[in-house]
């Protein structure tokens, strides 16, 4: 039933959010993989991760000084040994007595409270203190952090830094990952060449190989050097196919039109994908084509740089991210325009922009000249501002909904 709706919208030129909605209705999560924790650096949990015991284990102290079961100001203590990290003290404290001990060392049996070693004046086999202490002061508790059993990483969570240490803090040597999706790269066009060759008459630089592939793995694909489909139908399909053979994904930029050197939708047809979107109501990205094979997904983006970055990061991210099952964290959702944008009549705009905080109001300052074959605009751009259709001037001060772009923070 999905599959035949997405077929009826096929033929219509969809709005962003119809578009990327048919994406995800079509992608289908990667089976999962156990992964050793040292290696699941931007890793999706296929599983919660749960706490194996109370963090911290024991109770323990927050500061260097000396554990203690009461201590008044002015009053002796009898220092009887040492409480440090990994050699807790073995024998219980007594009124009276004092065991030094180090931040994060067991607290001794006895003892209910650590006085900092700066409150108190050190006698070499006594001490006197210069305050009192509550019970409980400078003391960590077992499960203070975690307790054992609760949830502390959800299915789902991408994992960072932060989220490494909580899951080795819970107790987890391996965790169950997504597994990565395998993306091939390709670009259309006799004109392209590789980076820092020389130009001949009517050649570019391939600028869109290395920039889709640098965004595949920032939505965690794993990703071969990109490939250069030539303006042949033949060439082109030999190529697809290969491409096909080993991906979950393919990305071609360019050739999806309907020029008579574009080559790239009839040589996937007769590869059995299955053309499930073509043209999305957005500028720049309107010649946009997404398809199907079995549960393989293939992307065609335009060929202009910034409207293929532009239609990766609506479309082909999302769709990468759902794969791994990765749900990722709310941004800023709107902003107000810090000048009035042209708007297009017909179709939705990505306005590249910088996000400033202008007193509590956060803005969004139009990145440059908003062209599709400016790579420039993209450089230094937060997010995209989407400008709804319309006639004339959308004003300076309108408040505009945002869409994310990649960061490499």
């Not at 905080?357 to 956060?362: D, E, P, S, V």
């Amino acid at each position: 039933m999905v599959l035949e709706r997405m077929c009826a919208l096929a033929s219509e030129l969809l709005t962003v959010r119809d578009a990327r909605e048919l994406i995800l209705s079509a992608t289908s999560r990667l089976e999962a993989e156990r992964v050793e924790i040292a290696a699941a650096l931007n890793r999706a949990l296929a599983q919660d991760v749960e706490a194996s015991g109370d963090v911290p284990p024991f109770p323990c102290s927050a500061m260097d000084g000396y554990a203690v079961l009461s201590a008044a100001a002015g009053g002796p203590l009898r220092l009887i040994g040492e409480s440090r990290a990994g050699a807790p003290f073995p024998d219980e404290v007594c009124d009276g007595q004092a065991v030094r001990i180090s931040t994060g060392a067991a607290v001794p049996d006895g003892a209910i409270a650590v006085i900092r070693q700066e409150d108190v004046e050190d006698l070499g086999d006594r001490i006197e203190p210069s305050r009192s202490v509550n019970e409980g002061e400078n003391i960590r508790y077992p499960g203070e952090d975690m307790a054992a059993g609760t949830k502390v990483l959800k299915a789902g969570t991408v994992l960072g830094a932060a989220e490494l240490g909580a899951a080795v803090a819970a107790g987890a040597g391996s965790v169950l990952a997504v597994r990565r999706p395998r993306a091939a790269v390709l670009s259309t066009g006799d004109e392209l060449r590789p980076p820092g060759e020389r130009l001949g008459p009517g050649e570019i630089y391939n600028s869109n190989a290395l920039m889709l592939t640098a965004l595949a793995g920032r939505f965690g694909a794993i990703t071969e050097p990109p490939r250069i489909l030539p303006d042949d139908r033949e060439a082109t399909e030999a190529g697809l196919s290969e491409a096909l053979s080993g991906s979950d994904v393919v990305i071609v930029s360019g050739g999806v039109s309907v020029g008579p050197h574009d080559h790239v939708k009839p040589a996937l047809r007769a590869l059995g994908v299955r053309e499930l979107l073509w043209g999305v109501a957005l500028a720049p990205g309107k010649p946009t084509w997404f398809g199907l094979r079995d549960r393989q997904l293939v992307f065609g983006l335009p060929g202009n740089p910034v409207s293929a970055f532009v239609t990766f990061s609506l479309f082909a991210g999302p769709a990468l991210l759902a794969l791994q099952g990765a749900t990722s964290r709310a941004r800023a959702a709107e902003a107000v325009l810090a000048e009035a944008v042209r708007r297009n009549p017909q179709r939705e705009q990505a306005v590249r922009v910088r996000l400033e905080q202008r007193g509590a109001t956060l803005t969004a300052v139009p990145n440059g000249p908003q062209g599709s074959h400016i790579v420039t605009s993209l450089l230094g751009a937060d997010a995209l501002a989407m400008i709804a259709p319309g006639e004339g001037m959308l004003d300076a001060g309108t408040t505009v909904a945002l869409e994310p772009l990649p960061s490499w923070d």
